[in-house]
Each structure stands twice: as C-alpha cells, then as structure tokens.
C-alpha cells in the first residue's frame, strides 16, 4: 500500500508539473487565452480561494488544461497487449500482440482534430466535446484502463493555475522561444 502510494506520488509529480509548465507556455503565448481564465476566476470565485468544490465550476481552465495536453501528453504513448486474437479494421492482431499508440501522433492528426496544431481550448467546452472522436484524446488514455490519477491531476493543476493567476500574470520575455505549430 506504502509503495502503491509513493509510486502515484512520484508519477503523478513528473507529469503534472510538465503539463503545468506546457500550458503556462500556452498562456504566456495567447495572452488573451490567459485574460479569459482571469475573467473566469474572478467570476466564478467571487473573491474566494479556489477549493474542490469551485475548482469545479471553471470550465475555462478545464478546457485549456485539456487542450494543452492534446497538444504535448504528458505521457508519449500507450501500450496495450491483446488479450485475444481480434480484428482492428482490416488488420488481424493475434493474442499476445503488443500494440502501442503514440498519443501525440493520434492527437495532431488532422482528421481527428481541426487545425490539429493550433492550440484551441473551445475544443473542450462542454458544448464541444461530443465532436471529438471518440477514442483520439489520449491524454490520460482512454476506456477502463485510463489513468488511476486523472482525476487528482486535473484537479492540482486547476488549483495550482487558480492560486498563481489569482496573484500572478504570465508574460513572453526576450528570451521566450515560440515554437513554431
């Protein structure tokens, strides 16, 4: 149990703060992206500090969170092996098979996403998300074998970017590098 609990620490750690740092760099390269989160929280929090129970009403930061993962997973792929001889379209995968999906090829291909690499947050509005196609966001993988600490990371990091954007606003310096999409 001690174990299990010290290896969700140390996974979780890595792979939060890296999607964290990712998507401060989205901010920080649409400021107007940050200027709505900013707007939301003062809405949403009415003066509060952020909680579970408010972290729970920004649609905004959740959407942005979700986005800047599309776009840079924190985890570089998903291997599965099958548990029976099966077809996947017209590809037959004997049992045993070792298949691994590179999430961020599956979320930066353009018929599973438009503008694929163009950092979008409105993909993940509630309104939207039933666009997606089912089975291209992998972020936390995806079915009954997702993520045991998707959940916990959503919310640190909402926490964490609702504590910083409350007192703190990320700006571009000389020596900001913007990647090319």
Do not use: W
């Not at 174990?3 to 400021?31: E, H, M, Q, R, W």
């Not at 993962?69 to 092996?81: H, K, M």
């Not at 993940?124 to 993520?147: E, H, M, V």
């Not at 998707?150 to 700006?171: D, H, I």
């Amino acid at each position: 149990m001690i174990d299990n609990c010290i290896l969700f620490l140390i996974a979780g750690f890595d792979t939060t703060t890296s999607g964290l740092t990712n998507l401060i760099y989205y901010l920080v390269t649409n400021p107007l992206v940050q200027q709505n989160i900013i707007t939301e929280l003062d809405i949403e929090l009415n003066g509060e500090e952020p909680d579970f129970d408010n972290l729970n009403k920004l649609v905004y930061i959740d959407a942005c969170i979700h986005e800047s993962q599309r776009l840079v997973p924190s985890v570089a792929r998903i291997e599965r092996r099958s548990v029976c001889d099966c077809k996947v379209g017209n590809i037959f995968v004997p049992k045993g098979t070792y298949i691994t999906i590179p999430i961020q090829a599956v979320h930066r291909d353009p018929d599973n996403f438009e503008n694929p690499n163009d950092f979008n947050p409105e993909r993940f509005f509630p309104q939207n998300k039933n666009k997606i196609k089912s089975g291209t966001y992998l972020a936390f993988a995806d079915g009954p074998r997702n993520c045991i600490g998707m959940k916990f990371a959503l919310s640190e990091t909402k926490f964490c970017l609702a504590k910083l954007l409350k007192r703190y606003k990320f700006e571009k310096c000389s020596e900001t590098e913007v990647c090319p999409q």
